[in-house]
């Protein structure tokens, strides 16, 4: 039987603790790549932003993910700024070494 991330024998889930380590960190970057995307004003910009911020979870949760698709109207300027700025937010929350387990 199991409470939280301990056994009821006594032992410690490592399993368990790097699960819930990792759902947190998801839950972090959602939160606040949400903020992000919601403050962009551009439409068509917010759009990427939610679908890169999307690409990056699925990245991080070790699920292969191809770039989204540039749409019309996108420039580069703005598409690498959005880009820098989730990645960086990206890596905040999910360091290398923090990968999921099943």
Known sequence: MRFGSRWALGGFSLINESNAEFSNALL???RE???YCQGISDAVARDYAT???RMI???AK???ASL???PTGLFEPNRNLIRATLERMSE???PAKMK???
Request: cysteine-free; glycine content about 4%.
């Open 28 to 30: 972090d970057f959602n």
């Open 92 to 94: 905040k929350y999910f």
């Open 57 to 59: 979870q699925n990245r």
């Open 68 to 70: 989204p698709r540039i």
């Open 51 to 53: 679908d890169y911020a």
């Open 62 to 64: 070790g699920v292969e």
């Open 100 to 102: 999921p387990r099943s």
């Open 33 to 35: 790549a949400v903020l």
